[in-house]
Nanobody
Framework: QVQVVESGGGLVQAGGSLRLSCQIS????????VAWFRQTTGKQREGIAC????????TYADSVKGRFTISRDDAKNQHYLQMDSLKPEDTATYFC???????????????????????WGQGTQVTVSS
């Protein structure tokens, strides 16, 4: 059974940094991309970053491009989202997801879509104060 567990959320001041971690117990398919999404109450889940199965390609939503960095360490089954220059509008619950609908690749020049990912964590809260 695949388990996806996020950690690293918390409260930070605007301009600060946080690093989120995602532990995936098993990647059932060798070619699994991993992505981060975020959601606030009353809004749709937003895809913000994706990394391909081999780490060779990444994509970001315009809202986080240049500030957030996605990475993966398959030896540890760990995946990360480094968030710098945080803004109050980054406040949300952040979710990690894994899937292989696109053969382990990410969409080209576009943020990830939720329907491309099968395995989801419960989320971790990030709050950015002004």
């Amino acid at each position: 059974q695949v388990q996806v567990v996020e950690s690293g959320g918390g409260l930070v001041q605007a301009g600060g940094s946080l690093r989120l971690s995602c532990q995936i117990s098993i990647l059932p398919l060798k070619y699994s991309a991993v992505a981060w999404f975020r959601q606030t109450t009353g809004k749709q889940r937003e895809g913000i970053a994706c990394i391909s199965w081999n780490g060779d390609s990444t994509t970001y939503a315009d809202s986080v491009k240049g500030r957030f960095t996605i990475s993966r360490d398959d030896a540890k089954n760990q995946h990360y989202l480094q968030m710098d220059s945080l803004k109050p509008e980054d406040t949300a619950t952040y979710f990690c997801a894994a899937g292989a609908h696109l053969g382990g690749q990410c969409r080209r020049n576009a943020a990830p879509a939720h329907y491309e990912f099968d395995y989801w964590g419960q989320g971790t809260q990030v709050t950015v104060s002004s």
